[in-house]
């Protein structure tokens, strides 16, 4: 089957995976861990494209290339969908284990929080945290069409959605679209998914959630946009 979309990013691109074959589309899949992302384990080249450090990531992405032929496949032409930089396990931790809460753009806050953060706070630990991936999205909204895919909500805590709406802004200035397919399912950002949208591990999205991402991004044209399907 000929690929026609690429498919790059951590462990939650593997319900984007399974959503293209439910749909009879072929792809192309580069993927590793949240840690490797978060740790700044990929870089961007103008003449290479990406690059990895880890082994098994820097082969299968050597037999992309040598599949699309072309040494930056972000040049190949093909619509990029991608899960990566959002790391919101990781960023969460820290603010969580002192009860630190991040204040909306109206100030309100989770009322159980100890600490209040303010936004620009929020944004400069993000961008401490996330400045190589975003440079990496950056690099490639300059030669391809990349959609940034928001992970499934397991729970509708407050730290979660501010950081996925600061994260999401930022991308979107980036030059890359951004799509939350959780916002199909649940229509706000408050509510968590039902567990039939997840995996037994409660983390990681269903290949019936991976099927609903992929179809709702073909039935709103995202691929060749500069806009947010949801």
Request: aromatic letters at 8%; a negative charge; proline letters at 3%.
């Amino acid at each position: 089957m000929q690929a026609e979309v690429l498919i790059i990013g951590d462990s939650h691109t593997d319900t984007l995976a399974r959503g293209c074959e439910r749909l009879g589309i072929g792809y192309h899949h580069v993927r590793s861990s949240g840690e490797a992302w978060f740790e700044g384990k990929f870089a961007f080249r103008p003449d290479k494209g990406l690059i990895a450090q880890s082994g098994p990531t820097k082969k299968k992405l050597l037999a992309v290339k040598e599949a699309i032929g072309h040494e930056n496949i972000f040049e190949s032409g093909l619509p990029v969908i991608a899960s990566f930089g959002f790391n919101l396990g990781m960023l969460m931790s820290a603010i969580s284990a002192f009860d630190q809460g991040i204040c909306d753009l109206d100030g309100q806050c989770d009322e159980g929080a100890e600490t209040i953060l303010s936004q620009g706070f929020a944004r400069a630990y993000i961008e401490a945290n996330c400045g190589k991936n975003f440079r990496i999205i950056k690099n490639v909204a300059k030669v391809a069409d990349i959609t940034m895919v928001v992970p499934p909500r397991p729970d509708a805590k407050w730290n979660r959605q501010q950081f996925v709406e600061l994260i999401s802004e930022r991308m979107v200035q980036l030059g890359a679209n951004v799509f939350d397919p959780s916002m199909v399912i649940t229509k706000d950002r408050g509510t968590a998914l039902e567990t039939r949208w997840l995996n037994e591990d409660g983390v990681h999205a269903s290949p019936e959630y991976g099927e609903l991402a992929v179809q709702t991004l073909l039935d709103h044209a995202v691929f060749g946009t500069k806009k947010s399907a949801a």
